[in-house]
C-alpha cells in the first residue's frame, strides 16, 4: 500500500504562487494515476489536478485550468502542483492521491493527509 505525503501548504496573497509536492513510499510509483484534490470547509472534495502514469496526460478541473499545473517525477516518487494566480476560493485542504486505475478521473484509493492552502485577500 503506498504512502502519500504532502508538503508546500501555507498561506499566499491572492495573486501569488505556491507549489506543493507529494512524496510517495511505494517504489512502483510510476504504476499509480496521480491526482491531487482539494476540500474547503463546508464543500465537497473536488479533483483539481490529475496526471497519468507515464505523465503525458493531464486532467484539470475549469477553475483551475491556465492557473494550475501538475508534473511528476517517476524516477524520484514524487509529484508536484504549481499554483499560479491564486484566488481567495482556492483556499482548502490539498490532497495528494493514488489510484492503479488508468482513468484520470476513477475513483482514488490511496490519500495523503492533506496540507492546508490559504490565500488572503
Known amino acids: 500500500q503506498v504512502q502519500l505525503v504532502e508538503s508546500g501548504g501555507g498561506l499566499v496573497q491572492a495573486g501569488g504562487s505556491l507549489r506543493l509536492s507529494c512524496v510517495a513510499s511505494?517504489?512502483?510509483?510510476?504504476?499509480?494515476?496521480m491526482g491531487w484534490f482539494r476540500q474547503a470547509p463546508g464543500k465537497e472534495r473536488e479533483l483539481v489536478a490529475a496526471?497519468?502514469?507515464?505523465?503525458?496526460?493531464?486532467h484539470y478541473a475549469d477553475s483551475v485550468k491556465g492557473r494550475f499545473t501538475i508534473s511528476r517525477d517517476n524516477a524520484k516518487n514524487t509529484m508536484s502542483l504549481q499554483m499560479n494566480s491564486l484566488k481567495p476560493e482556492d483556499a482548502a485542504d490539498y490532497y495528494c492521491?493514488?489510484?492503479?486505475?488508468?482513468?484520470?478521473?476513477?475513483?482514488?484509493?490511496?490519500w495523503g493527509q492533506g496540507t492546508p492552502v490559504t490565500v488572503s485577500s
Open positions: 511505494d517504489r512502483s510509483f510510476a504504476s499509480y494515476t
Open positions: 496526471i497519468s502514469r507515464s505523465g503525458i496526460s493531464t
Open positions: 492521491a493514488a489510484t492503479r486505475n488508468v482513468i484520470l478521473n476513477a475513483k482514488y484509493d490511496y
